[in-house]
């Protein structure tokens, strides 16, 4: 297969044609197409030889595709192969609110796959001001604020409410309010 036409699909290392039925599918299963993967990868920096500044991910300026969130979290082995992570992927454009192939979003997924606290909390950050935040934020406020038959563990309440606080969005009567939904 001609390389300038395939796209490499990191989490098997094999390339793939992206006019073929094995990409759709992968797409349609929340797998993101990277122009460049470099541009989903931690930023490593530049290194200096001399007078020539050189990128490191130089190499890795070529086409890819991105499996879904909730599989680079879980997925060790992708990371040494690539310097990429949950954090990167998203800062380079992927989608908290993409639909994987349980047909939940990766955020849902994060969730309840007991995600780290700390990392979801630095996810929501990253997306704070993104359109789709914001109507999920709603949303799941208005789910704990307002419906009482609400199955609280099933949304790993104690995970959104660390989420919710430590990235100060919370009014102090929604703070109240969840604390007693909690309590």
Do not use: C
């Not at 797409?27 to 007078?51: H, P, Q, V, W």
Request: zero cysteines; glycine letters at 4%.
């Amino acid at each position: 297969m001609d390389t300038q036409r395939a796209v490499l699909n990191i989490l098997t290392g094999r390339w793939i044609n992206p006019n073929g039925k094995l990409f759709q599918k992968l797409i349609r299963e929340g797998y993101r197409y990277a122009n460049r993967l470099s541009d989903y990868l931690e930023d490593i920096g530049t290194m200096n030889i001399g007078e020539f500044e050189l990128d490191p991910l130089i190499d890795f300026y070529y086409p890819a595709l991105i499996p879904p969130l909730s599989v680079l979290a879980i997925r060790a082995d992708i990371r040494k192969n690539f310097p990429i992570s949950v954090e990167s992927a998203v800062v380079g454009g992927m989608s908290l609110f993409t639909l994987e192939k349980n047909k939940q979003s990766s955020l849902q997924n994060l969730i309840r796959m007991n995600y780290s606290n700390d990392n979801l909390i630095t996810l929501i950050g990253i997306t704070w001001e993104q359109e789709e935040m914001k109507t999920w934020r709603n949303e799941v406020l208005m789910k704990f604020l307002h419906n009482p038959n609400l199955v609280l563990s099933r949304y790993k309440p104690n995970a959104l409410y660390d989420a919710f606080t430590k990235t100060d969005i919370l009014e102090p009567e929604h703070v109240l309010a969840l604390t007693r939904l909690l309590g």
